[in-house]
């Protein structure tokens, strides 16, 4: 781009460059369409890569190293304590960081992709207009919105830069150890933050307004979760409320609200972790036929296309599933759809993996979904402590749990809990995308002694007969 | 286990076929070599003969089908003798059949289609998912091959292919976006492509009647239209004097009968032809604007259009330039006998550097026909006339004289050839044409 040029024009505008917008522009460009990616970022990767996914699983990872160096002892491995040398943290982070996006911008020149730094806003179905920016206005075929979402503030407060009350990306900038930290919050993003700061040293509590931890989540897989996190914080309070939040000086005073609240006090610092929200408001949308749903989502339909034919939106901003995988999976749909190939978004299984120590993953139906919705389904779980592998890494609280349909036994949902189910989810994806039987699974020969093995011996129950479990229905 | 019999690959770029005849039936004894199926490609229609002896177990696919080549057609009963036609003398290499297979364990006891417990999607694989979308299908009306009511890629193609059927007999109205629809649902368009505007429904206005669009009506569409879309066609007209070629005809007509030819006025054709070619080449090229390249071809393959029941056809002969107007007669008649009655190969349709279509023994006049891309010029010819004709006699003085004339169109691809040339290709294809002894001459 020819710096100080005014105005524009190309066949795909890309607005957002994390995941979903870069993976809609790669793909756009592999199709042959002019692709122009606009962010406020200097580089593509978006909240993912600089204030979510990337730097809290970097610090996820050292927080495991951490614990496990701690289990190690009753196996007659015993480490010193742990020197946490923020600074050095904060440099591994950032190089990690630099790494994957210094990456993207390769990949985005190979493509031919052209990058602009500035805001879009939309003053019609056809063109934008950009601030901070050296290009004042692209005009478009077809745009795609892929702005991502923002952590949702907490009611009467502001997060401000150095302030006590932060977000998940003010957790990620680990500025500092709090002797005491607040997560408002159960869901993953609360869960793995606390996980990191109380690994790092911070006694943290949690509190959580509803009567559980990772509500949507089937609750025998996050009770060993639970039940770990109780030993690693300081405390867990559910059907807690804040009355009030108040910043003073280097603490924040908090009065919780509750049957089971515990007594009002200060802490630290606070970690708002109560969701996220579409970023859709400032884009000029109404200018556009674009229209939204509850909660400010952009609707589209399963081309990824709005109400508006030139406009499509992927992401966080369409809703659902708030996650990076799925963005990139809608950002290629709408790519395809829009270079003229018949794509839809049909996708039966989206995992979702909590990088808690243990990690929980589902993917597909949910024991909970199934009920609601009278689906009939057979379930069955085979407990890790009949696992090998489980056993040589002393982790037998884990779980893997199926979901089949009751007459073909086609797997419908797969849920696991314990360590690296990151991996392990795959196959069970895979399987259900692909229609696959239990059966299908016990017939697929499983590497001895892996934790894979779980998968298999789960559906070996529904046929009657699992290797290292006694199945209630013998054949 | 049975032994499967597929859609045989016809020939460059045939890939699929639509089933015209069935000539056998399930349980019957067939011979290798013995006829079981009458295909259509776009270009001919081809007796496919059984590669196996043995018994016929399944017949899958029935007159009107559409079939992919690589789809399994037939099915033979296991004691079938696999005998591998072409390469009879080489060692089959495909698997034999094994008694092994039929002992195999039978399939899981219970099978069921169809579970009322199955309320989601139609279980199928993300690839099976997206070819049904390719091919416009619903997956909810595929009936499943796969295991407990799975949808396979196979299941999609085989109802795509029925329902392509059905929908060119029904002459099924193109789906407008309705404008409502759009208040509530997000619009789905189709952008880039650009689309026909649908037709209005004609049977509001009086009784219609639907014919499918198939086979070599659709094969014709499509080169016609690639052509007409990619050549800037221009024509040259002009008339040949052809009493005294004529007179030679008549004369030499029977004795060219005896030996089994019909020495008609397009066998003269092909000669005057292939002596403007060799002077000027361009018209025997291709232009490759891909490469950016005029490929010159140095051979004459002259394709003749020959009218069928079904339709268009344009058999080609081979290396007209060495042969004889005797064997060109023969040749001729028994290549446009066997075009008619749909008994051409495909490969006797391929390969021509230039065409040449005679209207004149079905009354045409002059007319413009369109080249056959991708050659770069066509002859059309209409039917002679007598006709009043000012010439100079031998004294030096003007006179009206009495001459067989016939149009002669010479239609052009003017990215490769310009007028000048036509002109003087028309005009050497005219007098070979005028001057018989000069014609033979140049043969020699």
């Known amino acids: 781009m020819v710096m100080g040029e005014l105005s524009l024009d190309t066949q795909l505008l890309v607005i957002g460059s994390g995941p979903g917008g870069y993976a809609a522009a790669f793909r756009a460009a592999d199709l042959g369409l002019e692709v122009t990616m606009v962010d406020t970022d200097d580089r593509p990767g978006g909240e993912c890569l600089f204030r979510g996914c990337i730097p809290s699983k970097t610090l996820l990872y050292l927080a495991e190293l951490i614990h496990d160096a701690k289990r190690a002892a009753p196996m007659g491995l015993t480490f010193g304590e742990p020197k946490i040398d923020l600074d050095a943290m904060r440099q591994w982070k950032k190089k990690v960081m630099d790494r994957l996006a210094d990456g993207l911008v390769t990949l985005s020149q190979k493509r031919g992709v052209e990058r602009i730094r500035g805001k879009a806003v939309f003053e019609g179905s056809n063109s934008v207009i950009l601030r901070d920016s050296d290009v004042r206005h692209i005009r478009f075929r077809h745009a795609i919105v892929a702005t991502g979402s923002s952590p949702i503030v907490f009611p009467g407060t502001t997060f401000n830069k150095g302030g006590r009350i932060i977000s998940s990306a003010g957790a990620l900038e680990l500025n500092d150890i709090p002797e005491t930290l607040l997560v408002i919050g159960g869901g993953y993003v609360g869960l793995e933050l606390g996980s990191v700061y109380a690994s790092l040293g911070s006694r943290v509590t949690l509190v959580e307004q509803s009567d559980r931890l990772m509500t949507g989540v089937d609750r025998d897989l996050v009770k060993p979760l639970q039940n770990r996190l109780k030993t690693l914080f ?57 229209k939204l749903a509850d909660r400010d989502f952009i609707r589209v339909d399963n081309s ?49 993996v909590v990088f808690t120590d243990p990690q929980v993953a589902w993917c597909g139906l949910t024991e909970e979904s199934a009920k609601k919705e009278n689906r009939i389904v057979k379930i069955h779980r085979f407990p890790w402590k009949y696992s090998g592998r489980a056993i040589t890494m002393d982790a037998p609280e884990g779980m893997t749990k199926m979901i089949v349909d009751a007459e073909s036994e086609r797997i419908l949902g797969l849920g696991i809990v314990g360590r690296d189910t990151e991996g392990l989810i795959a196959e069970g994806a895979l399987a259900i995308e692909m229609g696959a039987l239990a059966q299908d699974i016990a017939l697929t020969i499983h590497a001895h002694p892996t934790l894979s093995e779980t998968e298999m011996e789960t559906a070996e129950i529904f046929l009657g007969s699992a290797t290292h479990i006694i199945s209630p229905n013998k054949k | 286990m049975a032994r499967e019999f597929k859609m045989p690959d016809l020939g460059e770029g045939i890939h699929e076929g639509e089933i015209l005849k069935v000539f056998i039936s399930e349980g019957d004894h067939v011979n290798e070599g013995d006829p079981l199926l009458e295909v259509e490609t776009d270009k001919a229609a081809v007796e496919i003969p059984s590669p196996f002896t043995g018994i016929v177990e399944k017949i899958l696919v029935k007159t009107g089908d559409m079939v992919k080549v690589g789809e399994v057609l037939i099915t033979f009963s296991k004691e079938s003798q696999a005998q591998d036609k072409k390469k009879s003398g080489a060692i089959a290499k495909e698997p034999k059949p094994v008694a092994k297979d039929t002992e195999e364990k039978a399939e899981p006891s219970e099978k069921i289609t169809g579970s009322k417990a199955g309320q989601g999607p139609v279980p199928a694989s993300p690839s099976t998912r997206r070819l049904a979308g390719e091919l416009n299908v619903d997956l909810r009306e595929v009936p499943p091959s796969g295991p407990s009511g799975l949808v396979t890629a196979e299941d999609i193609q085989k109802f795509a292919e029925k329902q392509k059927g059905k929908t060119e007999e029904k002459s099924s109205k193109p789906e407008m976006p309705s404008p409502e629809a759009s208040e509530d649902q997000p619009r789905k368009t189709n952008v880039v492509q650009l689309s026909v505007p649908p037709l209005p429904d004609f049977s509001k206005w009086g009784p219609v009647e639907t014919i499918p669009f198939r086979s070599l009506r659709r094969a014709t569409a499509r080169q016609m239209a690639l052509s007409w879309s990619q050549i800037p066609h221009v024509s040259n007209q002009d008339l040949a004097d052809i009493t005294k070629l004529e007179a030679f005809r008549r004369k030499q007509k029977t004795k060219i009968a005896e030996k089994g030819g019909n020495l008609t006025l397009t066998v003269f054709a092909l000669k005057a032809v292939v002596t403007a070619l060799k002077a000027y080449p361009y018209f025997n090229s291709s232009l490759d604007t891909n490469s950016g390249e005029i490929i010159l071809k140095n051979y004459y393959h002259i394709g003749v259009a020959v009218n069928s029941n079904e339709g268009l056809m344009v058999p080609v002969i081979r290396d007209v330039d060495r042969k004889s107007i005797s064997q060109l007669a023969i040749e001729l008649f028994d290549m446009a006998a066997r075009a008619r009655e749909r008994k051409i190969g495909i490969e006797e349709l391929q390969g021509g550097t230039f065409t040449i279509t005679n209207a004149g023994p079905m009354g045409g006049g002059y007319f413009s026909p369109i080249i056959n891309y991708p050659e770069v010029a066509i002859l059309g010819l209409g039917q002679a006339r007598m006709q009043p004709v000012v010439r100079q006699n031998n004294d030096g003085n003007q006179e009206i004289v009495i001459r067989l004339m016939m149009p002669v169109v010479l239609c052009f691809d003017h990215r490769v050839v310009d007028g000048v040339d036509a002109i003087r290709f028309t005009r050497m ?11 033979f001459l140049n043969m020699i």
Request: charged share 25%; with cysteine; hydrophobic share 40%.
């Open chain 2, 429 to 439: 294809v005219i007098e070979a044409l005028e001057d018989p002894e000069e014609l």
């Open chain 1, 234 to 290: 300081k405390s867990i309070h559910l059907n807690v409320t804040i009355k009030s939040l108040t910043e003073d000086g280097e603490k924040v005073e908090v009065a919780f609200d509750g049957k089971q609240a515990p007594p009002d006090q200060s802490f630290d610092r606070v970690l708002i972790a109560i969701g996220r929200k579409p970023n859709t408001l400032d884009l000029g949308l109404e200018n556009t036929g674009v």
């Open chain 1, 304 to 352: 990824q296309c709005t109400h508006d034919s030139s406009i499509y939106a992927v992401g966080d901003v369409v809703g659902g599933f708030m996650l990076a995988h799925k963005a990139q999976y809608e950002g290629k749909i709408a790519a395809e759809v829009i270079a003229g190939k018949p794509s839809i978004f049909d996708a039966r299984a989206i995992p979702a």
